[in-house]
């Protein structure tokens, strides 16, 4: 091999470990992987009994026959290095979920968040969910009975959408 191969196949190794390192570096943040849901519901820090799921599931059955919407469960252990906030819109987004209402428990950060579409907003306001995890969540969150908050706070927002989301559908 001449010394222009050699000096070239350099400069080629090079550029090649760069895009590497590049591709290392950026690979995390982009390969973002959250929890799978099975009927919108994920239970990756495995905290919810069966008789919750089967609850939001049958919940969800009549919401999304009468009105197309549906209360959306993801439970993890951490969001990591992400808000609560930041994490709950990335899983909100990864399920491409519609007309919803998603609660995110995080059980290792002691956190919780609602995130709910933006035609769901017209009906069921922050404040309004604010105050449903307050009546309804957040002193079981506290007290340790996570999943007893869970499926009264699901409840509760199952049966406020199916009451109040004829309203946006018929706008």
């Given at each position: 091999?001449?010394?222009?191969?050699?000096?070239?196949?350099?400069?080629?190794?090079?550029?090649?470990?760069?895009?590497?390192?590049?591709?290392?570096?950026?690979?995390?943040?982009?390969?973002?992987?959250?929890?799978?849901?099975?009927?919108?519901?994920?239970?990756?820090?495995?905290?919810?009994?069966?008789?919750?799921?089967?609850?939001?599931?049958?919940?969800?059955?009549?919401?999304?026959?009468?009105?197309?919407?549906?209360?959306?469960?993801?439970?993890?252990?951490?969001?990591?290095?992400?808000?609560?906030?930041?994490?709950?819109?990335?899983?909100?987004?990864?399920?491409?979920?519609?007309?919803?209402?998603?609660?995110?428990?995080?059980?290792?950060?002691?956190?919780?968040?609602?995130?709910?579409?933006?035609?769901?907003?017209?009906?069921?306001?922050?404040?309004?969910?604010?105050?449903?995890?307050?009546?309804?969540?957040?002193?079981?969150?506290?007290?340790?009975?996570?999943?007893?908050?869970?499926?009264?706070?699901?409840s509760k927002l199952a049966s406020l959408n199916g009451s109040r989301l004829p309203e946006v559908k018929a706008e």
């Amino acid at each position: 091999m001449n010394r222009q191969n050699k000096v070239i196949a350099k400069k080629i190794a090079a550029v090649l470990t760069l895009a590497l390192m590049l591709a290392a570096a950026v690979l995390p943040v982009c390969a973002a992987s959250y929890p799978k849901p099975d009927n919108f519901i994920a239970d990756g820090a495995g905290i919810l009994s069966e008789a919750t799921v089967r609850t939001i599931r049958n919940a969800n059955d009549g919401l999304e026959d009468k009105v197309g919407a549906v209360v959306a469960v993801c439970t993890v252990s951490t969001t990591g290095d992400s808000s609560i906030g930041e994490y709950t819109r990335a899983v909100f987004n990864d399920w491409r979920l519609g007309e919803s209402v998603l609660l995110l428990i995080a059980v290792d950060d002691m956190n919780y968040y609602f995130l709910q579409s933006t035609a769901i907003d017209k009906v069921l306001t922050n404040e309004e969910l604010q105050q449903i995890a307050k009546d309804y969540l957040e002193a079981d969150f506290t007290g340790g009975s996570i999943d007893t908050g869970v499926m009264k706070a699901t409840s509760k927002l199952a049966s406020l959408n199916g009451s109040r989301l004829p309203e946006v559908k018929a706008e």
